[in-house]
Nanobody, 124 residues
Framework: QVQLVESGGGLVQAGGSLRLSCAAS?????????LGWFRQAPGKEREFVAA????????RYADSVKGRFTISRDNAENTVNLQMNSLKPEDTALYYC????????????????WGQGTQVTVSS
Protein backbone atom coordinates (compact mmCIF):
# COMPACT_ATOMS: atom_id res chain seq x y z
CA GLN A 1 0.00 0.00 0.00
CA VAL A 2 1.17 3.50 -0.82
CA GLN A 3 2.40 5.50 2.13
CA LEU A 4 2.85 9.25 2.34
CA VAL A 5 6.06 10.59 3.84
CA GLU A 6 6.37 14.17 5.01
CA SER A 7 9.60 16.05 5.56
CA GLY A 8 10.81 19.57 6.22
CA GLY A 9 9.39 20.44 9.59
CA GLY A 10 11.40 22.14 12.31
CA LEU A 11 11.77 25.07 14.66
CA VAL A 12 11.69 28.59 13.29
CA GLN A 13 11.25 32.08 14.70
CA ALA A 14 8.13 34.09 14.00
CA GLY A 15 8.36 35.71 10.59
CA GLY A 16 10.53 32.91 9.25
CA SER A 17 9.89 30.31 6.57
CA LEU A 18 9.77 26.56 6.20
CA ARG A 19 9.12 24.26 3.27
CA LEU A 20 7.33 20.96 3.77
CA SER A 21 7.39 18.13 1.26
CA CYS A 22 5.22 15.07 0.82
CA ALA A 23 6.26 12.07 -1.24
CA ALA A 24 4.60 8.76 -2.01
CA SER A 25 6.50 5.67 -0.93
CA UNK A 26 5.97 4.24 -4.40
CA UNK A 27 7.18 7.50 -5.95
CA UNK A 28 3.86 7.80 -7.74
CA UNK A 29 0.57 9.52 -7.00
CA UNK A 30 -1.24 7.41 -9.55
CA UNK A 31 -4.94 7.20 -8.70
CA UNK A 32 -4.79 10.26 -6.46
CA UNK A 33 -6.88 13.28 -7.40
CA UNK A 34 -6.38 15.68 -4.52
CA LEU A 35 -3.45 16.16 -2.16
CA GLY A 36 -3.85 18.23 0.94
CA TRP A 37 -2.07 19.51 3.99
CA PHE A 38 -3.75 19.50 7.38
CA ARG A 39 -2.45 20.50 10.79
CA GLN A 40 -3.26 19.67 14.36
CA ALA A 41 -2.16 21.63 17.41
CA PRO A 42 -2.27 20.09 20.89
CA GLY A 43 -5.81 20.00 22.22
CA LYS A 44 -7.31 21.10 18.93
CA GLU A 45 -9.02 19.37 16.05
CA ARG A 46 -7.23 18.60 12.83
CA GLU A 47 -7.79 21.48 10.42
CA PHE A 48 -7.46 21.99 6.70
CA VAL A 49 -4.53 24.10 5.48
CA ALA A 50 -4.26 23.76 1.70
CA ALA A 51 -5.00 21.38 -1.16
CA UNK A 52 -3.97 20.90 -4.77
CA UNK A 53 -5.49 18.94 -7.62
CA UNK A 54 -2.65 16.67 -8.67
CA UNK A 55 -3.24 16.62 -12.45
CA UNK A 56 -4.17 20.25 -13.10
CA UNK A 57 -2.69 22.16 -10.19
CA UNK A 58 -5.79 23.98 -8.96
CA UNK A 59 -5.30 25.06 -5.36
CA ARG A 60 -7.31 26.18 -2.35
CA TYR A 61 -6.32 27.48 1.07
CA ALA A 62 -7.66 28.04 4.53
CA ASP A 63 -8.29 31.73 5.19
CA SER A 64 -5.76 31.67 8.01
CA VAL A 65 -2.86 30.90 5.64
CA LYS A 66 -3.88 32.70 2.44
CA GLY A 67 -1.12 34.96 1.21
CA ARG A 68 1.47 33.27 3.44
CA PHE A 69 1.45 29.62 2.38
CA THR A 70 1.79 28.20 -1.12
CA ILE A 71 1.05 24.63 -2.10
CA SER A 72 2.66 23.27 -5.25
CA ARG A 73 3.34 20.00 -7.00
CA ASP A 74 6.45 18.67 -8.67
CA ASN A 75 5.39 16.17 -11.29
CA ALA A 76 8.95 15.11 -12.05
CA GLU A 77 9.76 14.36 -8.43
CA ASN A 78 6.22 13.25 -7.53
CA THR A 79 6.11 15.47 -4.50
CA VAL A 80 3.70 18.02 -3.10
CA ASN A 81 5.23 20.95 -1.28
CA LEU A 82 4.00 23.54 1.16
CA GLN A 83 6.01 26.75 1.28
CA MET A 84 5.23 28.55 4.51
CA ASN A 85 6.29 32.18 4.86
CA SER A 86 5.67 34.81 7.54
CA LEU A 87 5.14 32.08 10.07
CA LYS A 88 3.31 32.88 13.29
CA PRO A 89 3.33 31.11 16.66
CA GLU A 90 -0.24 30.03 15.99
CA ASP A 91 1.01 28.02 13.01
CA THR A 92 2.71 25.65 15.46
CA ALA A 93 1.27 22.18 14.89
CA LEU A 94 1.86 18.71 13.56
CA TYR A 95 1.43 18.98 9.80
CA TYR A 96 0.01 16.06 7.83
CA CYS A 97 -0.06 15.29 4.14
CA UNK A 98 -3.20 13.52 2.93
CA UNK A 99 -4.52 12.12 -0.34
CA UNK A 100 -7.97 11.59 -1.76
CA UNK A 101 -9.47 10.18 -4.92
CA UNK A 102 -12.20 12.82 -4.74
CA UNK A 103 -11.91 16.29 -6.21
CA UNK A 104 -14.40 17.51 -3.62
CA UNK A 105 -12.63 16.25 -0.51
CA UNK A 106 -12.57 18.89 2.21
CA UNK A 107 -12.85 17.34 5.64
CA UNK A 108 -10.25 14.99 7.17
CA UNK A 109 -12.66 12.07 6.82
CA UNK A 110 -12.73 12.64 3.05
CA UNK A 111 -9.04 11.77 2.77
CA UNK A 112 -8.21 8.06 2.82
CA UNK A 113 -4.44 8.17 2.92
CA TRP A 114 -2.33 10.01 5.52
CA GLY A 115 1.28 10.54 6.38
CA GLN A 116 2.61 10.37 9.91
CA GLY A 117 3.12 14.10 10.20
CA THR A 118 5.99 16.51 10.61
CA GLN A 119 6.28 18.97 13.48
CA VAL A 120 6.38 22.70 12.86
CA THR A 121 7.18 24.92 15.83
CA VAL A 122 7.20 28.71 15.55
CA SER A 123 8.72 30.61 18.45
CA SER A 124 7.71 34.15 19.31
Amino acid sequence: QVQLVESGGGLVQAGGSLRLSCAASTRSFSGVTLLGWFRQAPGKEREFVAAIVWYVGNTRYADSVKGRFTISRDNAENTVNLQMNSLKPEDTALYYCAASRSLYAREPEDFALWGQGTQVTVSS
